[in-house]
């Protein structure tokens, strides 16, 4: 089934030459059906990359999911057009009002300041309890998962001696959970943070129950024990290349950083594509299992 998402925005474009089934919202309204109702607050820079990113994985299932993209109106980003803001994302103000299905909070690149420093902060807690009322599931990606750990039940995040920066290996503290069905014994996921939650915190949270961690990169994947909340600290959703942009910029920049770990071949001039399978059962699994089969028929009850 399709994602619902304006013909306009360029993810359509991109992920119709991929031959995902997207649909334009004309056509959506002649369909007798209900969609699942999907919002997404965008925090990255790259707000048209990540937009991209997320509605792929998203289209990955039988549902007809409607997109709406959120920003924030306490900050004007600087590494997307206005117009394109202006054309494709809608306030919280806008939707504050609504009820949605799913939400999914991106990451954002402020993870060295304090949370209350964030210019954003305020609306984002704002967001969060609204979430917690009109919202049957949310997914935290990053520093989105950290804030909501930090937020919702007051785990610290602490800075690492340098970044967490390559595709690191996991594996599942509860493999039976519907969110990691049919997932591998080992599966990788993409990190790239220089900030990590405080674990011993998470672990002592009778409201949470973690459902992957890995050697190297510590605890990725923690859910709330109502299922309304999932946190994952990696990147899932990256493209191949997307570590490899993130690195080539540190370095233009001038910046301490090393190869990301686990990515390039032995030859150094490709990318192994490792995670790709494992991170479209995570948004499958999340989108059927803790949303679709949980969510109420008429979503204004």
């Not at 304006?6 to 995902?20: D, H, Q, R, Y």
Request: proline share 6%.
């Amino acid at each position: 089934m399709p994602i619902v998402i304006p013909k306009a925005l360029p993810a359509f474009k991109v992920l119709s030459e991929e031959n995902i089934f997207v649909m334009g919202d004309v056509r959506a309204s002649t369909q007798d059906i209900r969609p699942i109702e999907l919002a997404i607050v965008n925090l990255m820079p790259t707000k048209i990359e990540t937009e991209t990113q997320l509605l792929r994985l998203v289209s990955n299932s039988p549902l007809q999911v409607k997109v709406t993209l959120i920003k924030t109106d306490s900050y004007t980003p600087t590494h997307v057009s206005g117009a394109h803001l202006s054309r494709f994302y809608k306030t919280f103000d806008e939707v504050r009002d609504r009820r949605f299905d799913g939400l999914i909070i991106t990451g954002a690149p402020v993870e060295t300041l304090e949370f209350e420093d964030v210019k954003y902060w305020k609306e984002l807690t704002e967001i969060m309890d609204w979430a917690d009322r009109s919202v049957t599931s949310t997914l935290f990606i990053c520093w989105g998962a950290q804030a909501g750990l930090y937020y919702h039940y007051g785990i610290k995040k602490y800075v690492l001696p340098k970044k967490l920066f390559g595709i690191y290996k996991n594996s599942a503290v509860n493999p039976y959970d519907p969110l990691l069905k049919g997932m591998d014994d080992v599966f990788n996921i993409p990190m790239s943070r220089h900030t990590e939650i405080d674990q011993a915190a998470v672990l002592n949270t009778p409201e949470l129950e973690v459902l992957a961690c890995g050697k190297e990169c510590g605890i990725s994947i923690v859910k709330s024990r109502d299922d309304k909340k999932i946190f994952l600290t990696g990147h899932s959703e990256y493209d191949r290349d997307t570590l490899h942009k993130e690195y080539r910029r540190d370095v233009e920049k001038g910046e301490p950083i090393e190869p990301p770990v686990n990515y390039y071949t032995e030859r150094g001039d490709a990318v192994d594509f490792s995670w790709k399978s494992a991170a479209n059962l995570i948004f499958y699994n999340w989108l059927n299992y803790y949303v679709y089969q949980v969510t109420p028929y008429d979503i204004e009850s």
